[in-house]
């Protein structure tokens, strides 16, 4: 039940997310969520989309450096509440949030919440025990 | 004022027999006692009897910053290691410094060069010197301290840092002479108008700078700020530190070598042949009486011109024009030397770090700051920012540990750095010397 996320190295000047975004338009790859975390110096943009492999190749090949990395992705009923639920649970069996991004999906029924814990499979084991919704990248993709 | 008028204003003919004089034992010393220049004197057929002129210097091989390298620590020392008294340390081009050594003589004769060119920016034993040459393996420290306690005068060993506890005690101290690089001069300038301090509440008179280049513009700027005369000092440890070269207040118009100990010549860095009088190109010199660690011929890297014409001050010794440049990459940063291939080192130290890289030198105020722009690889990148922090850290730790120089680390795209058809562009110096 993981979700393969791309992540993108950016340096702090400017055009450089419009021409990522550019560069996936032209290959025809739909962003179904992002978040960008910066410091001073440079940003790391973090991108989920329906081509994963071909964004991959695609920004690669446009002189980015591009990494793949495995995070889980929670629906939760967008409601007061939702995420507070996830986060006691990671709390209460000790697990660390590196970071997290959310996006509410087009029937506006639901949340999605993107999480990279520090421990991958215990925080899926947890979350799917206690009865947590866990989404496929498919599933994001479809929604 | 003349600290040895005698040698001083001496005519060159007379200067140049005690010259040859000292070639010659050195050269029969050196020939002797140490087996690496035996060698590369036996390699090119010259014997020390060969050495009948001062012309025939041009026989003698060269020696190079990787001669003393190939020696690490102390294969070139002439004398047993129980007569040496002192070492000291400056950056090689690679993992390994260069390491000098001194013999009670040779602690001497520093000290008794750094004097000479003390007096001639006018010290006398009424002054008092604050001296902010960093103390330590870097000669510049101690190699003025020395000077200042020989010829006479109050030595203030403030060292390097803390800035506005410097510019507090020259004040009170009533210090009339300031010892440091120039950039660390326009440093304490700033640190003055921070504190609120004029120039009038100080009695600095004259400031010696060295160990780094500087323009003239900086020369007028350390002037303007400071108010007082800045004469320009050249030395380099491998030839004893502080004390080979000093400017004379009078005219300020070159730096006079103390020849009767350091013998210049200017050459050719392509062909490596002597260039004719009155030609600029790379300094190399002979020590004349060294003890521990005599070097014949050594090409200094920096660029220059020797000036013969008798100096409007009165001396007869050669001048050296204030440097130009340098033959090789080497930087000056916050006085320290830097040579790019020691940032390569470090960096291809680190696991998954390519060999894309650059350094900028930048000027911040008065202070240099090198920025060491480095690719984010896809070996190297993580999709968390602690991780490329944590990376960003550990090079800057691990450049300092090497260089003792703090850097910024500039973490950049692939391919971002210009990639060049020959030679890579490592550095990039926007500072205006």
């Known amino acids: 039940m993981r979700v393969e996320q791309i992540a993108v190295f950016l340096e702090n000047k400017s055009g450089r997310l419009a021409e990522i975004t550019s560069i996936l338009a032209e290959n025809g790859i739909n962003i179904r969520a992002l978040s960008v975390a910066d410091t001073a110096d440079f940003g790391i943009l973090r991108l989920i989309v329906d081509k994963v492999d071909l964004a991959k190749e695609v920004l690669r090949a446009g002189g980015f450096t591009v990494g793949k990395t495995n995070v889980v992705a929670v629906e939760v009923p967008d409601r007061s509440g939702g995420l507070a639920g996830v986060l006691k649970v990671a709390h209460e069996v000790g697990l660390n949030v590196e970071y997290m991004y959310a996006f509410v999906n087009k029937s506006g029924a639901d949340a999605v919440l993107i999480f990279r814990f520090d421990e991958m499979d215990k925080a899926i084991a947890v979350l799917q025990e206690r009865g947590f919704a866990l989404l496929t990248g498919q599933q994001i993709c479809g929604l | ?433």
């Open chain 2, 1 to 433: 004022m003349m600290w040895v008028e005698e040698i001083e204003t001496l005519p060159r003919s007379g200067l140049e027999s005690i010259q040859l004089k000292r070639l010659q034992i050195l050269v029969h010393r050196v020939y002797e006692k140490v087996a690496p220049y035996r060698a590369k004197m036996d390699a090119v057929g010259v014997k020390p009897e060969d050495i009948r002129s001062l012309a025939d210097l041009r026989h003698l091989p060269y020696t190079s910053k990787d001669d003393l390298r190939d020696n690490y620590p102390f294969g070139l020392f002439a004398t047993p290691m129980n007569d040496v008294i002192r070492v000291h340390a400056s950056s090689g081009t690679t993992g390994k410094p260069t390491v000098v050594g001194y013999t009670r003589a040779d602690i001497n004769l520093w000290s008794s060069v750094m004097a000479r060119c003390l007096a001639m920016a006018g010290v006398t034993k009424d002054d008092m010197v604050h001296n902010a040459y960093g103390y330590g393996l870097f000669t510049g420290g101690l190699g003025a301290h020395y000077g200042i306690e020989a010829l006479g005068a109050a030595v203030v060993p403030v060292s390097g840092g803390n800035s506005k506890r410097q510019v507090t005690i020259m004040r009170d101290f009533g210090s009339t002479v300031l010892l440091s690089t120039p950039s660390y001069a326009l440093n304490l300038a700033d640190a003055m108008a921070d504190a609120g301090i004029s120039t009038e509440e100080l009695k600095l008179r004259v400031g010696v700078h060295g160990a780094e280049p500087w323009s003239e513009n900086m020369r007028e700027e350390v002037e303007r700020k400071l108010g007082f005369k800045a004469v320009d000092i050249y030395g380099l440890s491998e030839i004893i530190g502080p004390g080979v070269a000093m400017e004379c207040l009078h005219a300020q118009d070159g730096l006079h070598i103390l020849e009767d100990h350091f013998l210049p010549e200017i050459i050719d860095p392509e062909t490596l042949e002597p260039l004719p009088h009155g030609m600029t190109g790379e300094l190399v010199f002979t020590t004349l009486t060294k003890e521990a660690f005599p070097l014949i011929r050594f090409r200094t890297k920096d660029i220059s011109r020797l000036i013969f014409e008798p100096c409007a001050c009165g001396r007869t010794l050669v001048r050296m024009e204030k440097i130009k440049g340098r033959t090789d990459d080497m930087l000056i940063i916050r006085g320290v030397n830097v040579f790019p291939s020691q940032v390569e080192h470090v960096l291809m130290g680190i696991d998954g770090v390519e060999p894309h890289y650059q350094i900028e030198v930048t000027r911040d105020g008065s202070l240099d700051v090198m920025s060491v722009l480095v690719e984010v690889s896809e070996n190297i990148f993580s999709d968390e920012i602690k991780a490329l922090e944590r990376l960003s850290r550990k090079i800057q730790a691990e450049i300092k540990d090497m260089l003792g120089v703090t850097c910024k680390v500039k973490l950049v795209e692939p391919r971002s750095i210009r990639r060049s058809v020959g030679k890579a562009q490592r550095v990039i110096d926007h500072r205006k010397i």
